[in-house]
């Protein structure tokens, strides 16, 4: 592999603002790339890149995601040494331009030295960052690999992850009644209160091996000395075994319920 052109094609791409759902310019570039090789890249409905290059032997998918999270506009990448690391006042965009990148020198190797290989398929997904939108949208029947590698890990460089846990999203929100809490605090419903007494009742954080729950966001109130009427909070949960998610969701959900109702 040619390691000043995989260098300077990852400081290309991380100069492309690409935030999710505006990754038409990385498309565009990877694409290109892709026609500089021979091959005859494609654009799905959703916005996805997709390729393919003919070998010998069962398909393989290479997959990487093109978007990446914010503060992404204007990146200034800054090569010290071995290292790339952004300017300090935006992500770098490796998640997963780097991923990007590697896929793209193996492709440029395998074309340049005439190396067998596996017939691949290539699909560059948009919008991942935002709830894997883009590798929702692929159309799997037109993809003949029974096997792959995502390219979107960081370290150590070696490992491989085989499985990753299934998740539940909670958005919930508690009304009670407002009142001037100097005045007449005994007339108003404190909708906080009810979100601590239920986020105390719960288990969170680490729940087993395979099994984690957290309370990430409460908002609500809306002065000092008023009685606050309404709170909204964000949890998850996630497990690598259904029967935990569901039962660590359901548990949440009632404590939020019970407490609500009392």
């Not at 690391?85 to 990148?101: E, N, Q």
């Not at 692929?138 to 029974?146: C, E, M, R, V, W």
């Amino acid at each position: 592999m040619n390691g000043s052109r995989l260098l300077r094609t990852f400081l290309d791409m991380v100069a492309i603002d690409s935030p999710s759902g505006e990754e038409a310019a990385m498309a565009r570039f990877v694409a290109e790339r892709l026609r500089s090789m021979g091959l005859e890249p494609r654009t799905d409905g959703a916005g996805n890149v997709l390729a393919s290059l003919p070998g010998t032997g069962p398909r393989l998918l290479l997959c990487a995601h093109m978007d990446n999270v914010p503060p992404c506009r204007g990146v200034k990448a800054v090569v010290d040494g071995d290292l790339v690391r952004s300017d300090g006042t935006t992500v770098l965009g490796a998640d997963d331009k780097s991923g990007i990148a590697v896929i793209l020198e193996a492709l440029e190797t395998l074309k340049e030295e005439g190396l067998p290989h596996l017939p691949l398929e290539i699909p560059f997904t948009v919008r991942e960052e935002v709830g894997l939108e883009g590798a929702l949208a692929l159309d799997f029947d037109k993809l003949g690999a029974s096997w792959g590698l995502v390219l979107d890990h960081g370290e150590p460089v070696e490992s491989m992850v085989v499985r990753a846990p299934s998740q539940n999203s909670l958005d919930v929100t508690i009304k009670g009644r407002a009142a001037h809490a100097g005045v007449s605090p005994e007339k108003g419903i404190n909708a906080i209160l009810a979100a601590a007494q239920a986020i105390a009742a719960m288990s969170l954080g680490r729940l087993d091996a395979e099994t984690t729950a957290n309370v990430g966001t409460i908002q609500g109130g809306a002065a000092r000395n008023i009685v606050p009427e309404e709170v909204r909070l964000q949890a998850e949960v996630r497990s690598h075994d259904p029967s935990k998610l569901k039962a660590q969701t359901d548990l949440m959900v009632r404590a939020f319920q019970d407490k609500a109702a009392a």
